[in-house]
């Protein structure tokens, strides 16, 4: 199974509203990330998570609060967003939490989030 | 830093024609070169990668990719293209500071017509 899950699929919120994305792997992969995307532009990393330790935080603005419960489930919880914040949010997993970067990322089918 | 340049925004190509997608690369050490391509909608796919050894790499759906030391680059290349190949595609080279990290390219739209 190389897949990557990601719920719920569309996401309409508010400026003040609370909600969260969810991503599940079951690869056995011990890295996980958070991406955002713009339309045809490439993803921007926004965090890393390596045995369920947070590893790389890109400076994202803390109206983004990552979460990684167990080894196969990665949060990203969502909280007083602006408009601007509207993208494509993708998940991805690979076999490689160290440095090495020998391993590919597989990435789930992501997101559509608009915050109106 | 690292880095990697895909100097064309889009590559049109009729079905049945050999393409090609460039992919030029900078970096301080030995690179780790990543092809990924994004169907409309979809996130991204792995197609393959060149970590050493041959420097012609054999991925999914009949793409390929040479890794050329002397000029920096990893194009990436299918024989004969399909209508179905129509995607954005994306160049990708490992950080070396943090491995698991990918910098990307701005990435390629290819175009295919029947």
């Known amino acids: 199974d190389t897949e990557v899950t990601q719920t719920p699929k569309h996401l309409v919120m508010g400026m003040t509203n609370k909600k969260s994305l969810k991503c599940e792997q079951h690869m056995g992969h011990r890295a996980m990330y958070w991406y955002k995307q713009k339309a045809k532009k490439p993803p921007e990393l926004m965090f890393v998570?390596?045995?369920?330790?947070?590893?790389i935080n890109e400076s994202v603005p803390s109206r983004f609060s990552p979460e990684c419960p167990n080894s196969s489930l990665l949060n990203l919880h969502l909280h007083a967003l602006q408009p601007e914040d509207s993208a494509l949010y993708l998940c991805?997993?690979?076999?490689?939490?160290?440095?090495?970067?020998?391993?590919?990322?597989?990435f789930g089918p992501g997101t559509r989030l608009t915050v109106t | 830093a690292q880095s990697v340049a895909q100097p064309e925004d889009q590559v049109n190509v009729a079905e049945g024609n050999p393409l090609t997608v460039k992919c030029t690369y900078s970096?301080?050490?030995?690179?780790?070169l990543f092809w990924y391509v994004q169907y409309p909608n979809r996130g991204l796919q792995f197609l393959l990668k060149?970590?050493?050894?041959?420097?012609l790499v054999k991925g999914s759906y009949g793409f390929e990719a040479e890794f050329n030391k002397s000029q920096t680059s990893f194009h990436l290349k299918k024989p004969s293209a399909l209508v179905s190949d129509s995607a954005l595609y994306f160049c990708a080279v490992r950080d070396m500071e943090y491995g698991n990290k990918l910098v990307f390219g701005a990435g390629t739209i290819l175009r295919v017509k029947s």
């Open positions: 970096v301080s050490g030995n690179p780790y």
């Open positions: 991805a997993s690979s076999q490689d939490p160290g440095t090495a970067g020998l391993y590919e990322q597989y």
């Open positions: 060149y970590i050493t050894g041959d420097n």
């Open positions: 998570y390596s045995y369920e330790k947070l590893s």
